[in-house]
């Protein structure tokens, strides 16, 4: 999980690492209150999970409280790289001397923790690896293994760091790696150190990205207002498990379960069930010739999801016959149940032998399909998807 710029700094504000002073705001006219308290010009610093926001236009300054207001309501009507700006970080401008980068980061090739330090701050590392190789320098480090002093001020004075800048940068290194381990970091990233004019280094940039594995480990971070979120592009742990089954399957916002019989099905269903008020809660596609486990797999995503109300179930028959499509329902049925409301249609090839098997096992056993309405081609689609959307309602 990425943190934003004014989390992670946060962060390093309590870990020890010095950090411009300053207040993140989604409003002008916080923007503007803030800008006139601190009393000189400030940087208005777009808050986005993305790097490259300088370039982008996301970092702009102001001179004075006015422009601040200005400035910020600018920037908050931006998206940047898909990112609908919702919260401007105002922050001290610096006098800048010299920018750095430091970052630290895991070497999965030779599990190592490897410090990265270069004296080409400000810009992409990724380019000054490209470009001057030469320049970055690195720590390798065990997962166990202590980072000494020594080690952090070679590193300080091969960015040719002098005098006190010396200790004080090896310490922010140092800091930097204590947090790294302490929070199960994946990265953390100052880019840039700024050496301002009067002589001070700070954080100006501030990137942290915490493993979502050990996020159990740190409630502390919930005290911090920081919360496990989910990330644009960034799949749910329920397309996660789908994608490993290899079921195309999408998490929606809705209530309505939708089992269809293909893709197509399943666009033209969550078409009718907007049509009627409904809302569905995924998209979700057989991902070929569904097999008595693979429907069984995509019955058990859609029951064991919390937000499912009722299932909207649709299958047409063509290579693959609504008869076994409706052994392997039953099947699920026996084995799992189904706990939510289903209403489902079958048509098409062999639905009516789809329907005697629904009918058989209905008599042998009718607790199994007590939340359970099947209908066959008499019933028009729209009807399935109208009581589909009663069902989620609870009528
Ligand atoms: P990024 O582009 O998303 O990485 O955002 P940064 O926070 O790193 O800002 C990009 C660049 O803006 C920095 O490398 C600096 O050159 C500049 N910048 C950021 N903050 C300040 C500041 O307080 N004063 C000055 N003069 N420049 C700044
Ligand atoms: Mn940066």
Known sequence: MRLYEYEAKKIFSQSGIPITQG?????????????????????????????????????????????????????LSLKIKGYQVEKVLVDEKLDIEKEFYIGITLDRLNYKIVVIACSEGGVEIEEVARTDPEKIKRISLDIDETLFNFQSQGLAKELGIE????????????????????YDAKLAEINPLVLTKDGKYLAADARISLDDDALFRHPELKEMGIEKRHEEGEMTPREQKAREMGIPYLDLDGDIGM????????????????????????????????TPERLAQMLTLLDENPQV???????F??????????????????????????????????????????????????????????????????????????LAKGV
């Open 23 to 75: 207040m993140v705001v989604s409003s002008p006219d916080d923007a503007k209150s803030f800008a006139k308290k601190m009393g000189k010009p400030v940087v208005l610093k777009s808050q986005i999970l993305s790097g490259g926001r300088g370039k982008a236009g996301g970092i702009k300054f102001a001179d004075n409280p006015k422009e601040a207001e200005k400035v910020s309501q600018e920037l």
């Open 163 to 182: 005098g006190s800048g010396i200790r004080a940068v090896a310490e922010l290194i140092h800091a930097l790696w204590r947090l790294y381990k302490k």
């Open 259 to 290: 089992f269809p019989g293909g893709a197509g099905f399943g666009i033209m269903g969550n078409d009718f069930i907007h049509y009627y008020g409904g809302k569905p809660a995924n998209f979700m596609d057989s991902g070929g010739g569904p």
């Open 309 to 315: 109300k009722a299932i909207f179930g649709a299958r």
């Open 317 to 390: 028959g063509g290579i693959s016959r609504c008869d076994d499509f409706a052994k392997g329902v039953v099947m699920f049925l026996k084995e799992h149940g189904l706990s939510k409301p289903m209403v489902l249609r079958m048509t098409g090839n062999m639905w009516k032998q789809g329907l005697e098997i629904f009918d058989r096992a209905k008599k042998e056993n009718p607790e199994l399909f007590k939340n359970i309405e099947i209908h066959g081609i008499e019933t028009p689609i729209e009807e399935i998807a109208k009581r589909a959307v009663e």
